[in-house]
């Protein structure tokens, strides 16, 4: 099975396995079937990338990262606790002593 090049607007390279003498799906169920999708408009986020600021914004986002880690830990710990205080209102706390019947 080969593979088939497709060259997307935007410069992306795209490639599609080619089975059953060049469809590009297999068959299911005797059929064959081929969904194709134009994008017309590219998302914000790739409209505002800019290469010339990316290397800044990589840094300044390395520099952050350990405060983020230290929210997310705050954040863990704190759901850990009312998991745990969730749990522990349910539970009858019960003293037993030698010879008490179970």
Known sequence: MG??????????SLHAPVFHGGNTLPPHYGAYAMILVYIGETSCKIGSFEKDHNAENLRADLDLIHEIREEARVREEATKERANQRYHSRVRARLLHKGDLL
Not at 3 to 12: A, F, S, V
């Open 3 to 12: 593979q088939r090049n497709y060259e997307h607007p935007l410069g992306i």
